[in-house]
């Protein structure tokens, strides 16, 4: 009997992450309807862009696209474009959209149109490094584009990346000048200082400062909740930059208690964690007998 497998080493491609800027303002000031049209609208305008270099989508995560292409260059060429599409959307109501690209370009593993690999991690951290209006790639890429366009980058900084022994050199591709450009690049280069997350759940207590968890239900979570309010993958933390942010995929809600303040109730909403508090899953945290995570920013 012969056995085949989906599962196979791909030449070197480009993995290019892109997500709409201030999705969650959008929700807020549109509605749900008008919002999630205007990021669908960036959504289809940045698919377009990737298939005419060449690429396919991978996914699509609420506002974000992840994305394959063929070359470095093919990759830095569609991260452009991205940009130049999404500024020339029509304002609504006089709010311009804007995404952040952030791509890596290496070896991938292909398996049932998904790809995994280092290649990947490394490109959702490019992803998570830039702001609004801004490409940010690392060295190892630049060094495979064409001699053109690695004229149009400049390095930025050399950050640790979960998982790699040293650290990434990290480079903005440059796509427009202008002062407000150079504050973006400046900006980027402070994001070195060191930031932790601690959790503390139960017994068990966790030390995030980098990449992201997942809270819920699920045995397979980073955290297990084992209250029934609780959605299987409830919600998520993960760094950006310098920052952590708590993201509600719930049904039921995400509850967040920070001491001296009224407690902040998410849904499909997301919130920066500061200080110290405790988040609740699906009711308050007031409660009795509630099961909570402790959460502690350092830095």
């Given at each position: 009997?012969?056995?085949?497998?989906?599962?196979?080493?791909?030449?070197?491609?480009?993995?290019?992450?892109?997500?709409?800027?201030?999705?969650?303002?959008?929700?807020?000031?549109?509605?749900?309807?008008?919002?999630?049209?205007?990021?669908?609208?960036?959504?289809?305008?940045?698919?377009?862009?990737?298939?005419?270099?060449?690429?396919?989508?991978?996914?699509?995560?609420?506002?974000?696209?992840?994305?394959?292409?063929?070359?470095?260059?093919?990759?830095?060429?569609?991260?452009?474009?991205?940009?130049?599409?999404?500024?020339?959307?029509?304002?609504?109501?006089?709010?311009?959209?804007?995404?952040?690209?952030?791509?890596?370009?290496?070896?991938?593993?292909?398996?049932?149109?998904?790809?995994?690999?280092?290649?990947?991690?490394?490109?959702?951290?490019?992803?998570?490094?830039?702001?609004?209006?801004q490409i940010i790639t690392t060295g190892a890429t630049v060094a495979c584009l064409s001699p053109m366009l690695r004229l149009s980058t400049r390095n930025i900084a050399a950050l640790s990346v979960k998982g790699k022994g040293d650290d990434v050199e990290v480079s903005e591709v440059i796509w427009q000048g202008g002062e407000e450009l150079t504050m973006s690049t400046s900006s980027i280069a402070l994001n070195v200082k060191a930031v932790t997350l601690l959790l503390e759940h139960a017994t068990q207590s966790w030390e995030l400062d980098h990449g992201s968890v997942v809270l819920g239900r699920d045995g397979q979570c980073n955290i297990v909740i084992s209250d029934r309010n609780a959605s299987r993958q409830h919600a998520r933390i993960e760094r950006r930059r310098d920052k952590f942010f708590l993201v509600d995929q719930s049904t039921?809600?995400?509850?967040?208690?920070?001491?001296?303040?009224?407690?902040?109730?998410?849904?499909?909403?997301?919130?920066?964690?500061r200080g110290t508090g405790r988040i609740g899953f699906g009711h308050s945290v007031d409660l009795a007998d509630t099961e909570t995570v402790t959460f502690t920013v350092r830095g």
């Open positions: 009997m012969n056995l085949t497998t989906s599962t196979r080493p791909t030449s070197q491609l480009a993995v290019l992450f892109a997500d709409v800027v201030g999705s969650t303002r959008l929700y807020e000031n549109f509605g749900d309807d008008q919002a999630k049209q205007m990021i669908d609208e960036c959504l289809a305008a940045m698919e377009l862009v990737v298939k005419q270099y060449g690429g396919r989508v991978i996914k699509t995560i609420g506002d974000e696209i992840m994305c394959v292409l063929p070359s470095a260059d093919n990759g830095c060429l569609a991260a452009t474009d991205i940009h130049h599409k999404i500024m020339a959307l029509p304002m609504v109501s006089k709010v311009k959209r804007s995404v952040r690209v952030g791509f890596h370009f290496g070896p991938v593993i292909e398996e049932n149109n998904d790809v995994f690999g280092d290649t990947v991690n490394v490109a959702a951290r490019m992803a998570g490094l830039a702001k609004g209006m039921n809600g995400t509850f967040v208690s920070i001491p001296n303040e009224p407690e902040v109730v998410l849904r499909r909403e997301e919130l920066m964690l």
